[in-house]
């Protein structure tokens, strides 16, 4: 026998003798704690959703699933962790609009690539922006926001929590689209941005809903639209800026549940499964509600087709406000 005939039948007799066992791994599965990464710090509104998705998947089907934090850049060091586990449907990670679309471009040496080395289970849920105004503004509207900006090139100013983030690539697409010229401000947390909003040292801010819902109803701030196509139920009253003569404008946070790349499609499948069926129990969807969003499960190949949209959208915004990382 020729020596690549004798390699040919040793390479088939291995894959014969690995198919059983990979077999046998899948359908034991899971037989140990599946850990779930979450790529930023506690009681974050990631950290809330990934806690609440692994309880109710553990309640339905008697697996355990344990929450792991590991934030950093970005959220970035979370999501590389989930990229080099073993393919083997113990790891997870709670991916989001952040690490998994904006930050390929944002950061010039992101570890992982999300469409190539990531396995996509489901989208788990959405949720936009809101635009404020600190209580003591002139400015009643978003088309006062836009009318004033447009009168004072760079006199208005509008702040962030981070350079990078949704609500910051939100200012500067909304800026391009409407045609004006703000001063963005970076600060290091969402607190200090409400805190200069509401004593009138800035103008303008792209907040996370509930973070602002107590300033909200206690009149601190003003609401001028919100970043989704369709008003939301936490703030029904408050219109779209679509509506407000910028049809299709959208900048939505999201969220979505990932395995490292090559993780066997029948896991994949069983834990879409068991994601889908935890957003629709009612009270999984009143929590994502009150916090300003929807669910919005979806099939792996649905989760690419959209991720794949995301990376270019926010790529081409990063890349068209000149935005770098912190």
Request: charged share 20%; aromatic share 4%.
């Amino acid at each position: 026998m020729q020596r690549r005939d004798i390699a040919r039948g040793l390479t088939g007799a291995g894959l014969a003798l690995a198919t059983p066992r990979l077999a046998r791994a899948q359908s034991d599965w899971p037989n140990r704690p599946i850990r779930l990464i979450v790529p930023f710090p506690p009681a974050g509104g990631t950290d809330v959703i990934s806690r609440e998705m692994g309880s109710r998947i553990s309640t339905a089907t008697g697996w355990t699933i344990v929450a792991e934090n590991r934030p950093g850049a970005g959220g970035n060091v979370g999501i590389d962790a989930v990229a080099k586990a073993a393919p083997d449907g113990y790891t997870i990670g709670m991916g989001q609009c952040s690490n998994l679309a904006i930050n390929v471009t944002l950061y010039p040496n992101i570890p992982y690539q999300p469409l190539r080395d990531l396995s996509l289970i489901s989208l788990i849920a959405v949720q936009p922006n809101v635009i404020v105004v600190g209580k003591t503004s002139p400015i009643r509207t978003l088309a006062d926001f836009v009318a004033a900006a447009r009168a004072r090139p760079g006199g208005l100013t509008q702040g962030h929590a981070g350079s990078g983030t949704v609500g910051h690539l939100s200012e500067e697409l909304f800026d391009i689209r409407a045609g004006i010229q703000t001063v963005i401000v970076p600060y290091r947390g969402a607190a200090q941005v409400a805190t200069d909003l509401i004593a009138g040292r800035l103008d303008g801010y792209h907040a996370n809903p509930l973070a602002v819902r107590g300033m909200l109803d206690s009149g601190d701030m003003r609401p001028l639209a919100v970043t989704s196509p369709r008003r939301i139920p936490l703030l029904p009253d408050v219109p779209t800026v679509a509506e407000q003569g910028y049809p299709g404008f959208e900048a939505m946070n999201w969220t979505g549940l990932v395995a490292p790349a090559n993780t066997p499609a029948p896991i994949v499948a069983r834990l879409n499964e068991e994601a889908r069926k935890a957003l629709t129990r009612p009270d999984v969807v009143a929590r994502i509600v009150a916090e300003g969003g929807e669910p919005n499960p979806s099939t792996p190949e649905e989760f690419r087709t959209f991720l794949a949209a995301e990376i270019e959208k926010w790529g081409k915004a990063v890349r068209d406000a000149r935005v770098t990382a912190d």
